[in-house]
């Protein structure tokens, strides 16, 4: 254990070292960088796909629930989703050195805002591989440097990818030591990273509740926290029901293990009794297991629903299961989601912009959306190129985090010889 907290310190002090050239690189090194990661991702696909069937068959065999198998498998067509990613955080504008609320001051002095980096970001992270790519990218391209602690369900995945990273940026002129992976899954050593302010700047979470609670509770330098997803989609009295169906479909069903999907249906008693049956149809179609307040229960009998228990309002499910309210106006819609949502996404489906707009206005979630999918709370979806995650906190960054999410500023003053009087 202690040759484990070595070999991480001097991980921290290299890292540190690194960001120091890093954070001063042009935009055209570190855009190499990244176009040579994608390339190396498809070209070393059978040795990041070996490593990774090792530890799916190690987590399957060790009874892993299929939520987590399926965050965990990487395949050919995820792979090259993974290397597209990083092509289009290569793509955007370079965040560092953007100038913003430039102006001149009654005594000349011209004193500007300036985006620089934020040094070093440690990120601790469960099971699913390709944040290791995601964040290592992100952070090249906003000059960070980064040093990455996985969880030993991928660390076979986790260190093909990190080796493949490494030598992918050193190709192209980065310094080696601004992408360092932590190969030891011994978890004393995330209570040590937690301390480590003289070498890590940023700490991010990435996984379930009880890792973000523990690393906010017990970091000693500022943390960026990726909140739980508990999402509401509410279709409206005056919804298009044809859509809320498509809609809703695809919240839950497009991929029903991630963060983003719905986990909560409330639909007004006005159209109730035509829109459950035809969402439950469609629903059944794919497994979809509903869990049902007395009034949904009612109306959806035919289709044999759970009913629901006060612990399902408020679950993320992170499964093909959806709870299911009626309710009798938005008024009782809002107050719900006010007092169920992790304020990560919700949605209203309606054709009343007096409601959409009200539901905008009231709703207080990183994520809002009229008549569409919950599904596009992702940092690609909103042209981020990825993200290091969808914060639900209020400080700093708010909602998928991606390049300028990363970068802080400082004042820049120019004078002329100006003295305070």
Known sequence: MQSDIEELENKGKAVKAASRKLAHLPTEVKNKALLKIAESLISREQEILDANRLDYDEAKAAGMDEAMLDRLMLDSSRLQGIAQDVRTVASLPDPIGEAFDARTLPNRMRIERRRVPMGVIGVIYESRPNVTVDI??????????????????????????????????????????????????????????????????????????????????????????????????????????????????????????????????????????????????????????????????????????????????????LALIAAVKVVDSLDEALEHIERYSSKHSEAIITEDYTAAMRFLEEVDSSCVYVNASTRFTDGGQFGLGAEVGISTNKFHARGPMGLKELTTYKWVIMGSGQVRP
């Open 136 to 317: 290592s990218s992100l952070c090249l391209k906003s000059g960070n440097a980064v040093i990455l602690r996985g969880g030993k369900e991928s660390i076979h995945s986790n260190s093909a990818l990190a080796r493949v990273i490494k030598d992918a940026i050193h190709e192209a002129g980065v310094p080696q030591d601004a992408v360092q992976f932590i190969e030891s899954t011994e978890r004393e050593l995330v209570s040590h990273m937690l301390r480590m302010k003289d070498s890590i700047d940023v700490i991010i979470p990435r996984g379930g509740e009880g890792l973000v609670g523990f690393v906010t509770e017990n970091a000693v330098m500022p943390v960026l926290a990726s909140g739980v997803g508990i999402c509401h989609t509410y279709v409206d009295s005056a919804a298009d029901l044809d859509e809320a169906v498509a809609i809703a479909y695809n919240a839950k069903v497009q991929r029903p293990t991630v963060c983003n999907a719905l986990d909560c249906l409330l639909v007004h008693n006005v159209v109730a009794e035509r829109y459950l049956p035809m969402i439950a149809k469609e629903w059944a179609k794919a497994g979809v297991e509903m869990h049902c307040d007395e009034r949904a229960l009612r109306i959806l009998s035919s289709f044999n629903p759970a009913p629901a228990s006060d612990s399902d309002w408020g679950k993320e499910f």
